[in-house]
């Protein structure tokens, strides 16, 4: 069983910073990709950023140019940089793994951005 824990979370004022963390229990090159989701209330869980298994990475249009994906795979890690935060980031930030055939997701770490 895989098991992704997120972290990095927290309150932050409108143009600050914050760094996500996902801790993942398997080498990261076990997975075709890795990403960031978020959920807002009463929104549908969205993507934010992918990183797939040979570098390349995709953004929402609405982080490009403020967020960056990375990886360690030497940490087994995948962080979320957030730059120049925005109110409407507000949002529970959720970590997931894919594999060929079934997705794995972490718990959740809240991100509140005030204005």
């Known amino acids: 069983q895989v098991q992704l824990v997120e972290s990095g979370g927290g309150l932050v004022q409108a143009g600050g910073s914050l760094r996500l963390s996902c801790a993942v229990s398997?080498?990261?090159?076990?997975?075709?990709?890795m990403g960031w989701y978020r959920q807002a209330p009463g929104k549908q869980r969205e993507l934010v950023a992918l990183?797939?298994?040979?570098?390349?990475?995709n953004y929402a249009d609405s982080v490009k140019g403020r967020f960056t994906i990375s990886r360690d795979n030497a940490e087994n890690t995948v962080n979320l940089q957030m730059n120049s935060l925005k109110p409407e980031d507000t949002a529970v930030y959720y970590c997931k793994a894919v594999t060929l055939g079934y997705n794995y997701w972490g718990q959740g770490t809240q991100v509140t951005v005030s204005s």
């Open positions: 990183i797939i298994s040979g570098g390349n990475t």
């Open positions: 398997r080498s990261l090159r076990s997975f075709v990709s």
